[in-house]
């Protein structure tokens, strides 16, 4: 099992920046793919981007050349560095470990961080 506590929440204007910081504990940090989701009042959560094992980062088109990922593993965390904010960029944003053995996946997740981006 994992824990993650997230962090760097908060309000910014448009155009404005951010970085999240998830920290985990209690597992083999380097052993999982981390992700950061989002979920805005009434819509569905969704996968804002993704970094493996290995470093491969993936983004959802709404925020490629704004956001990056990366993961420290010495420090057993992972960040998103949030640029060029847009008010649609209004969310709870989560943290998650994912890990998969044999078609067996396992999810963990943190509490959530307010972002809120508005004049």
């Known amino acids: 099992q994992v824990q993650l506590v997230e962090s760097g929440g908060g309000s910014v204007q448009p155009g404005g920046s951010l970085r999240l910081t998830c920290a985990a504990s209690g597992s083999i940090f380097s052993i999982y793919t981390m992700g950061w989701y989002r979920q805005a009042p009434g819509k569905q959560r969704e996968l804002v981007a993704s970094?493996?094992?290995?470093?491969?980062?993936t983004y959802v088109d709404a925020v490629k050349g704004r956001f990056t990922i990366s993961r420290d593993n010495a420090k057993n965390t992972v960040y998103l560095q949030m640029n060029s904010l847009k008010p649609e960029d209004t969310a709870v944003y989560y943290c998650?470990?994912?890990?998969?053995?044999?078609?067996?996946?396992?999810?963990?997740w943190g509490q959530g961080t307010q972002v809120t981006v508005s004049s």
């Open positions: 970094i493996t094992v290995v470093g491969t980062t």
């Open positions: 998650n470990a994912e890990h998969t053995v044999f078609s067996s996946r396992s999810d963990y």
